[in-house]
Nanobody, 124 residues
Framework: QVQLVESGGGLVQAGGSLRLSCAASGRTFSSYTMGWFRQAPGKEREFVAA????????YYADSGKGRATISRDNTKNTVYLQMNSLKPEDTAEYYC?????????????????WGQGTQVTVSS
């Protein structure tokens, strides 16, 4: 069992930055590919970024390329999402997720565990 707790969301002006964190419980964090997803009201959940468990390969949705950076610190059981040049359309609930030995990135059904989410609101 893995528990995920996100933090770092908030209200930011367009063009600003936020760093989201996701702290995981358990001893096997290093065996999980970690992903970030987001869901805006009335919209489907969408992939933002992921970092693989084995070689730390990173993956990004087109919407985040050049603006988002995902990283992980296995010594702290934490994954981060740095988001720069934020836009109002980035407003959403952001979720951290963990997928055991997953070699892909954006298929949300492959993720075994999910956090409760952290709200990001970008004002224009």
């Amino acid at each position: 069992q893995v528990q995920l707790v996100e933090s770092g969301g908030g209200l930011v002006q367009a063009g600003g930055s936020l760093r989201l964190s996701c702290a995981a419980s358990g001893r096997t964090f290093s065996s999980y590919t970690m992903g970030w997803f987001r869901q805006a009201p009335g919209k489907e959940r969408e992939f933002v970024a992921a970092i693989s468990w084995n070689d730390y390969t990173t993956y990004y949705a087109d919407s985040g390329k050049g603006r988002a950076t995902i990283s992980r610190d296995n010594t702290k059981n934490t994954v981060y999402l740095q988001m720069n040049s934020l836009k109002p359309e980035d407003t959403a609930e952001y979720y951290c997720a963990a997928a055991w030995h997953y070699t892909g990135s954006g298929q949300w059904a492959k993720y075994d565990y999910w956090g409760q989410g952290t709200q990001v609101t970008v004002s224009s």
